[in-house]
């Protein structure tokens, strides 16, 4: 018979105990079978499960468990999420490039890391904790993953099973936790509500579906504030405390600029609780605002100088690195350029949705949830800025503030649903449907579906070329051809010998040929990987070592026009091609474009260097470490 101690052992106690029962068996099958398999997966789907356990513990801890209804319907929305995952993904032809192949080709290397032994494995993953691009997701995608072909698609897939389920649940607490903070009377359609909006939103999924498995990072994100958003610091309480620490660790963790999150929303909440003990101490509880200032300070500075020691590499990085000079490229137009895309990707009904809310919460005279969520996305907003603007992976680092307005709209509508039900609903289930149907495409800037886009485009020239751009990278009806120039790269480049290919930009660039037939990459050796982005990317050598240079007519438009490092370099080849070059071969892609295979003819010389180096002054000027020195030194390395 088992003992009293353990048979008053809580589901989540044994699920604790089931996990680290699972983690000494992992251990040992690392150790007697360290190249095994089986570890990695078995170690994904621990660390998987794991997570989903925690975020049991943040649910139970802040007093958010949810009940049969909430978990009917949390499941009733994942399972339309398989849906929707398999119908978009089987349904279009994207080849993942750049950012959109990046978590797919770290996923192989963990795997092939792993395949060398468990210790390997592991310090692939925390190894990059100073990268920009750290490998901790890696540690949860790879179960399902390992179960799949391995294409690009399938690592889009994947993430349903391996991040959406914990996901949906911590959205689903947060959802119950705001209904407890505003007193909502009509829970049921207050839940409805919440959950289905806030899941809908469209730049919640759209960076998934591109294989960029960034939502990963609101998993934590929603834990902090379901840990805080009713915490007042009144006592300490260790565990809660720990769960803090640990969400706000693995979020940077996750992706870096979730850290522009953490500071705004921290910046934040350190002023409502100020502003709470100001109020205290007028009411004359000066003794319970002091012991709330203490444990705020105290629970400050403990995780302050834990994240500085635990996170260090990250931390030093970070402190020494000028991203908003390596980042200037993508600052395409400051705050006022943010704005707009804040307003686009918000949509309509969503602007009503907070309207809604921020009008029930001043009849109910509840500042403190919008001015919380208010501040922090305008300090979150301010301090992004400053460095670039954002993409629709960064995007998310937003979410939890809007999500928290959202919230308070769909109390809003819960509370007048009897007025009009028939109507509210109607129109309830209209955004649901338009939120589902907007595409999900790296061009996407306005939260509208795709069938409005291509039917009713929008009159400015520089978003009808955006329109015509995204018709032809989201669903692509060239991959014959650049499959061809891949086999004819592979074909005439030996071991040892390199193709340089001007174009880089979203409608051609290098990975277009290198990912093609993911996971195969035949050509990956072959191909160098290019030059476009001022501050990324250094002075192409590999230009003058390349045994063929491949351009084409005409030359893809990119964001900043004329200024593009690319089309410099290409036009600066055009002038002097013929004599360095001869013609080898030509593809005409279908689509208006020609792609041209010209083969060095003559050995690169320092003038012929010189030559093109002229064309980046500018570039130079601000970036000599990844120019002119590196052209020296390529220059010395080669006796010229």
Not at 64 to 76: I, Q
Not at 209 to 233: K, S
Not at 254 to 281: D, S, T
Not at 296 to 323: D, E, K, Q, T
Request: a neutral charge; hydrophobic letters at 50%.
């Amino acid at each position: 018979m088992p003992s009293a101690a353990v048979r008053r052992l809580s589901p989540l106690q044994w699920a604790g105990v089931g996990l680290g029962g699972c983690a000494v068996l992992l251990a040992l099958l690392g150790l007697l079978a360290p190249a095994s398999t089986f570890f990695f997966p078995l170690l994904s789907l621990w660390a998987s499960v794991g997570l989903f356990v925690l975020a049991l513990c943040v649910l139970r801890v802040a007093g958010a468990e949810l009940d049969f209804f909430h978990k009917a319907v949390v499941f009733g929305i994942w399972a339309v999420a398989v849906v929707y995952f398999y119908w978009t993904l089987s349904s279009r032809s994207f080849v993942y490039v750049w950012d959109y192949a990046n978590y797919l080709l770290k996923q192989y290397d963990a795997e092939a890391a792993f395949a060398q032994s468990a210790g390997a494995g592991l310090a692939y993953i925390f190894g990059s904790m100073a990268d920009d691009y750290t490998n901790f997701i890696t540690l949860f995608t790879e179960f399902p993953f390992c179960l799949t072909d391995h294409t690009g698609d399938a690592y889009a897939f994947s993430q349903v099973f391996c991040i959406l389920p914990t996901l949906l649940v911590l959205l689903a607490g947060l959802v119950v936790k705001v209904g407890q903070i505003l007193n909502v009377k009509n829970r049921t359609y207050y839940f409805l509500f919440g959950i289905t909006l806030t899941a809908a939103y469209p730049f919640l999924r759209m960076s998934a579906v591109l294989a960029q498995p960034d939502w990963f990072g609101l998993i934590f994100a929603f834990a902090i504030l379901l840990l805080t958003l009713d915490l007042r610091f009144d006592k300490l309480e260790p565990v809660r405390f720990g769960l803090i620490f640990l969400a706000t660790a693995a979020i940077i963790l996750a992706r870096r600029w979730f850290l522009y999150f953490v500071v705004g929303y921290y910046f934040a909440y350190a002023l409502l609780l100020i502003a709470g003990c100001v109020r205290l101490a007028k009411g004359g509880e000066k003794s319970a605002a002091l012991v709330r200032i203490k444990n705020l300070v105290l629970f400050g500075l403990a995780s302050v100088v834990a994240m500085v020691i635990l996170l260090w590499p990250m931390v030093s990085h970070i402190l020494a690195y000028n991203y908003a000079g390596r980042y200037s490229y993508y600052n395409g137009g400051g705050l006022a350029l943010e704005a707009f895309y804040h307003i686009g990707r918000m949509g309509l009904f969503n602007i009503l949705l907070m309207v809604l809310g921020l009008a029930f919460a001043a009849k109910h005279r509840a500042p403190s949830l919008p001015c919380l969520a208010g501040c922090e996305l305008v300090v979150s907003i301010l301090l992004f800025t400053r460095v670039q603007n954002t993409g629709s992976h960064q995007f998310l680092l937003f979410l939890p503030g809007y999500f928290i307005l959202f919230l308070l709209g769909a109390a809003a509508l819960a509370e007048g649903i009897t007025r009009r039900r028939n109507l509210k609903l109607g129109c309830w289930a209209f955004v649901l449907m338009l939120s589902m149907s907007v595409r999900c495409s790296p061009l996407t800037t306005l939260a509208m579906p795709g069938f409005v886009i291509e039917h009713f485009p929008i009159q400015i020239p520089a978003t009808q070329y955006f329109i015509s751009l995204d018709k032809l990278i989201y669903d692509r009806k060239d991959i014959g051809q650049i499959q061809a120039i891949a086999d004819w790269i592979d074909t005439h480049c030996d071991e040892g010998e390199l193709c340089y290919m001007i174009p880089h930009d979203m409608l051609y660039n290098p990975d277009h040929f290198k990912n093609c037939r993911l996971p195969d990459a035949p050509i990956n050796d072959k191909l160098a990987f290019g030059f476009s982005v001022p501050g990324t990317h250094n002075f192409p050598m590999q230009f003058f070592e390349a045994k063929y240079v491949i351009t084409c007519e005409p030359f893809p438009q990119t964001y900043v026009g004329s200024g593009e490092m690319s089309i410099k370099l290409n036009d600066h080849f055009l002038a002097v091609r013929d004599q360095y070059f001869t013609f080898e071969k030509s593809f005409d892609m279908g689509n208006g474009t020609t792609f041209t295979i010209w083969k060095r003819t003559a050995a690169p010389t320092r003038e012929e260097v010189e030559y093109y180096l002229s064309a980046f002054a500018e570039e130079d000027a601000q970036y000599p470490e990844m120019f002119s020195q590196v052209a020296e030194a390529w220059l010395t390395a080669h006796g010229l």
